[in-house]
Nanobody, 127 residues
Framework: QVQLVESGGGLVQAGGSLRLSCAAS????????MGWFRQAPGKERDIVAG????????RYADSVKGRFIISRDNAKNTVSLQMTGLKPEDTAVYYC????????????????????WGQGTQVTVSS
């Protein structure tokens, strides 16, 4: 199975941008649908964006539509989250997750469906 390592988090002012990356080990990255989730203090872990194994299907939380873009590069075993127009309410720990065995175009927004999780990266947006 793959292991996931996130990077790219940090402190940014409201309106700014960040790009999160998730590097996956192993040779079977294309067998996994991928997702980005986030968890703020005292809150549940929520979906931010998901992408299918093929990379052609994506889904977003309503709160980030039009501001965030998820993408993947199966040749480089990476999935990224480009975040623009950041708001203080985007402050959270962001997690990369992998779901094994889905169809090529399936995108999951349910945390319980994901098998493997990264350690998380902190994103802090100041007002």
């Amino acid at each position: 199975q793959v292991q996931l390592v996130e990077s790219g988090g940090g402190l940014v002012q409201a309106g700014g941008s960040l790009r999160l990356s998730c590097a996956a080990s192993g040779r079977t990255f294309s067998n996994y649908a991928m997702g980005w989730f986030r968890q703020a203090p005292g809150k549940e872990r929520d979906i931010v964006a998901g992408i299918s194994r093929s990379g052609t299907s994506t889904r977003y939380a309503d709160s980030v539509k039009g501001r965030f873009i998820i993408s993947r590069d199966n040749a480089k075993n990476t999935v990224s989250l480009q975040m623009t127009g950041l708001k203080p309410e985007d402050t959270a720990v962001y997690y990369c997750a992998a779901l094994f065995g889905s169809t090529l175009y399936y995108v999951s927004t349910f945390a319980h469906e994901y098998d493997i999780w990264g350690q998380g990266t902190q994103v802090t947006v100041s007002s």
